[in-house]
Nanobody, 124 residues
Framework: QVQLVESGGGLVQAGGSLRLSCAAS????????MGWYRQAPGKERELVAV???????NYADSLKGRFTISRDNAKNTVYLQMNSLKPEDTAVYYC??????????????????WGQGTQVTVSS
């Protein structure tokens, strides 16, 4: 079992920045990839960015250049730096962990564990 706890969400004005953190605990040795997804009201959960234990990353095309994912394997923590935030970035952001990947995966169903989510609200 893996537990994920997110932090760092909140309310920010458009153009501002936030940094999300997700700390993993439990059977963390089994984790091969971690990532961030988001879900806005009335919409499906969508990819933000994922990163493997080796540091390979994959981003949603629309977020490249504004969002940066990073990972501290020693702390079992993944981060999401979000810059130049827009009102359309408003959503609940979820941390995810996947086990035993042989290559990077981006599908929601590929991930085995999820955090409780943290709200990010960007005001115009």
């Amino acid at each position: 079992q893996v537990q994920l706890v997110e932090s760092g969400g909140g309310l920010v004005q458009a153009g501002g920045s936030l940094r999300l953190s997700c700390a993993a605990s439990g059977d963390t040795v089994c984790i091969s990839a971690m990532g961030w997804y988001r879900q806005a009201p009335g919409k499906e959960r969508e990819l933000v960015a994922v990163i493997t234990s080796g540091g390979s990353t994959n981003y949603a095309d629309s977020l490249k250049g504004r969002f940066t994912i990073s990972r501290d394997n020693a702390k079992n923590t993944v981060y999401l730096q979000m810059n130049s935030l827009k009102p359309e970035d408003t959503a609940v952001y979820y941390c995810a962990a996947g086990l035993a990947f042989s290559s990077i995966r981006i599908g929601v169903s590929d991930y085995d564990y999820w955090g409780q989510g943290t709200q990010v609200t960007v005001s115009s």
